[in-house]
């Protein structure tokens, strides 16, 4: 059992005691005893009187043992555990302690809480180690360079539908634009595109991976060689018409910030719209719109340089038939074009071997429905000749020759098999004498 009157002392203690001790017996002076212990001379005044009343104790602060005036109460603890295993399950010490703080009104220190869920045995979120990648400087000014790319990802945790987040991130600031789409592809990069080009303005160039959506993987045609230019997938091809230059990185690790913004977005948002409880596409778009600015203004950092290479929409030009997906077809003899698995019949007298079709993502300049694949709204269909609209219409009946034809029938033949009386039965070959 250990006594009351046994205290233990660091090596800087003892070293101090000793000293003291030799000013009470007259060793040393307490001025050389200051000078020694870097005290000044009212202070080792004080310690001496102290350690000649209490001893060697005297020595120690007069907290020591004492519970901190700053220390957690214990309810507060309790609480603050209690809400980490069941509503902030998973949720790192930085993320717990924000949302503690703006839920719960509990101000604590991320530090304070990593040590309690460690002593409780609560599983966190930890940072995995990543190998040693060569790190790249971020562009100087806004709009220099915007980095692209989906994120597949349960967004919803099950309470609906898998989701696709179309992810945009400046490389000089850090400030992040998003909205969710059912799949990756053409039509939700060009929509999130156009969204993003209303909101901030055109960018000077974009970052994207070599996903076939925006990378075409097509061998060149020999009109291609001819030309000496590459095939362009309909994603390229758009923001090149629009004066952006398209960058392809060869690795993931190249696109880091990207990369990373999606990182922070598995973790914070998923949580987010857990506490939220939203289960549809319709209610995470509502909710980005809100949670976006509140994520920049504390994430985003201030470009090298203030100036902004956003290009504003140039007046007269309609993204509309840039940010669309354009396809050439041959015009038969009698004014008729495929597309689709369907037959339509231009109304124009035009001369010409081919003509565009514009399947756009917003249909506000036609009467010209054309139903809608994509999930992003309520595609249209133009058909267009040299930058003229063409009058089309949907041929639904078929020819008279389609209508009297009738399909192959496929039967399986059945094998013949003779009755017992069929004469190749009763058959007897015929014995002959010599």
């Known amino acids: 059992m250990v006594r009351k009157d046994i205290f233990r002392m660091t090596q800087k203690e003892l070293n101090r005691v000793s000293i003291i001790n030799n000013v009470l017996k007259k060793v040393v002076t307490q001025k050389d005893a200051a000078c020694d212990l870097d005290l000044s001379d009212r202070q080792i005044r004080r310690v001496v009187k102290r350690v000649r009343e209490e001893g060697g104790k005297g020595i120690l602060h007069k907290s020591r043992g004492k519970p901190s005036p700053k220390a957690i109460p214990e309810a ?5 555990l209690s809400l980490c295993e069941k509503r902030y399950n998973g949720f790192g010490p930085t993320f717990a302690t924000e949302k503690l703080f703006e839920i719960d009104r509990i101000s604590l220190s991320r530090e304070t809480l990593r040590r309690w869920l460690i002593k409780e045995g609560l599983s966190y979120n930890r940072r995995k180690n990543r190998p040693h990648r060569a790190w790249r400087e971020r562009k100087e000014h806004i709009g220099e360079m915007v980095q692209i790319d989906g994120s597949q990802h349960d967004w919803l945790e099950g309470r609906g539908p898998k989701l696709v987040l179309m992810g945009y991130i400046d490389d000089a600031t850090g400030n992040a634009f998003a909205r969710f789409y059912t799949y990756e592809g053409t039509i939700p990069a060009m929509d999130s595109f156009k969204r993003y080009i209303k909101a901030y303005g055109i960018p000077l160039s974009v970052y994207l991976d070599k996903h076939t959506t925006y990378k075409s993987n097509a061998k060149p045609t020999v009109e291609d060689a001819l ?5 362009l997938s309909e994603f390229e091809r758009a923001p090149g018409e629009l004066g952006v230059h398209v960058i392809h990185a060869n690795s993931p690790q ?3 910030r990207i990369e990373r913004l999606f990182g922070t977005l598995q973790d914070r948002l998923i949580k987010e719209m857990r506490l939220e409880d939203i289960k549809s596409i319709e209610k995470a778009n509502e909710f980005l719109q809100k949670y976006l600015p509140v994520y920049n203004k504390k994430f985003s950092v201030k470009a090298a340089k203030t100036t902004d290479l956003h290009r504003n929409i140039p007046e007269g030009l309609e993204l509309d038939s ?3 997906i354009k396809e050439k077809r041959v015009l038969r003899n009698d004014f008729t074009i495929a597309y689709n698995g369907k037959l339509y019949q231009i109304e124009d007298n035009v001369r010409a071997k081919d003509v565009i079709i514009e399947e756009r993502i917003d249909g ?10 994509h999930g992003v709204g309520h595609g249209m269909m133009l058909i267009t000749h040299k930058e003229r609209f063409l009058r089309y219409k949907e041929i639904k009946k078929h020819t008279k020759a389609e209508q009297g034809r009738k399909p192959h029938e496929f039967t399986t033949r059945k094998t013949y098999k003779p009755s017992t009386d069929h004469p190749w039965r009763r058959f007897t070959p015929c014995r002959m004498t010599w």
């Open 76 to 80: 507060v603890k309790a609480k603050v």
């Open 227 to 231: 030309n000496n230019r590459k095939p």
């Open 254 to 256: 190249a696109k880091g």
């Open 322 to 324: 840039i940010l669309c």
């Open 364 to 373: 506000s300049t036609t009467s010209c429905p054309m139903p809608c694949r």
